[in-house]
């Protein structure tokens, strides 16, 4: 199965799920070029759900780690599935592009302000 990108959207993460637990499960399939956990590991907020993104350094590892949906890690059943590298002027972070497409009943805008210094202008 081949893809044209190299980030697949994880949902349904455990609120107990680490960064480094989703970096080892991920790791096994591809080299891992990014990974991002919302809300992050140290957020002071409530969490009944977390998002992951993660960016592979081969587009090839997307298709094989949506293999990985309905595996049930921690307490829930992953959802995998591939998502579209958007860049818009000024940032080139895909990564970025996902919070900005995210639900505000995922993810809170107390997550945010860590991204207020990048402009989507040119």
């Known amino acids: 199965m081949s ?26 399939l591809g080299t891992i070029e990014e990974l991002k956990l919302f809300p992050p590991d140290d957020s002071p907020l409530p969490v009944t759900s977390r998002v992951c993104f993660v960016k592979f350094n081969e587009p090839e590892s997307v298709g094989v780690s949506q293999h ?31 919070l900005l497409k995210m639900p505000p009943t995922v993810l809170s805008s107390a997550a945010l302000p860590r991204f207020s210094s990048v402009c989507l202008c040119e």
Do not use: C, K, W, Y
């Not at 959207?9 to 609120?15: D, I």
């Not at 949906?69 to 860049?87: G, H, K, M, Q, S």
């Open 3 to 28: 893809s044209s990108t190299h980030v697949i959207q994880v949902t349904n993460v455990s609120p107990s799920t680490t960064s480094e637990q989703m970096r080892i499960l991920f790791g096994f």
């Open 68 to 98: 990985l949906t309905n595996t049930v890690f921690v307490d829930r059943a992953l959802i995998v599935v591939p998502f579209a590298e958007v860049v818009f002027p000024g940032s080139a972070n895909p990564i970025f592009q996902a």
